[in-house]
């Protein structure tokens, strides 16, 4: 079969070769999604990601949702079981402020002041309803007005905190002794 007046008309003449790569050229260009599916193709996102959250799940006991910041969540939970040391804020030994101090400088490169209180003054006031993951939540666990503990809100209505005789924890919200000593939440970042 002779190509060469199909695409070229007149006295022009081109080879037959010639007239049948010009013709894959232009079908290649036409059909881009013929390629090779396994060159294209990559393990997708949400099976690495089911195995991170599921993994945190359990580390942090509660169900993760999937779209917690892998940063944050790796963070704390290597946190987990560090146990509480008045004015520490390392893995050897943290209090509640020491502890959300070195999470935020880590995570999110943010100074944070040393105590509660001053945390609490630091951050923007918002509503419990408001709370998102990295928000704080402070309580007043002295008695009195002042405010005296602080930790990082996650997500589910669950916070991880240096807690004085268990060490860092993963609480609820909704334990009573947490509903009872509620102060406020705050938003830094």
């Known amino acids: 079969m ?7 008309p007149g006295n022009t003449s081109i080879s ?29 996102a949400e099976a690495t990601d089911r195995a991170f959250y599921s993994t945190y799940s359990q580390k942090l006991g509660y169900t993760l ?3 917690e910041n892998p940063e944050l969540i790796r963070e704390v939970s290597s946190w987990l079981g ?13 209090d509640c402020s020491g ?18 209180a001053d945390m609490a003054a630091f951050s923007r006031n918002i509503s419990k309803a408001q709370l998102q993951e990295g928000d704080l939540v402070f309580f007043r666990t002295s008695g009195g007005r002042r405010i005296s503990h602080v930790g990082i809100y996650l997500s589910n209505n669950k916070f991880i905190h240096a807690s004085s005789s268990r060490g860092v924890v993963v609480s609820d919200l909704d334990e009573p002794y947490y509903r009872r000593t509620w102060a406020r939440a705050g938003r830094v970042k």
Request: glycine share 8%.
């Open 16 to 44: 037959n070769s010639r007239c049948w790569l010009f013709l894959f050229l232009i079908l290649t260009l036409m059909f881009p999604g013929c390629r090779s599916k396994r060159e294209l193709w990559q393990a997708p």
């Open 2 to 8: 002779n190509l060469t007046g199909i695409f070229l």
């Open 65 to 67: 949702g999937g779209f």
């Open 82 to 94: 560090t146990p509480h040391r008045y004015a520490g804020n390392s893995r050897e030994g943290a």
């Open 99 to 116: 502890f959300v101090m070195e999470v935020f400088r880590t995570v999110y490169q943010v100074r944070l002041p040393r105590s509660s």
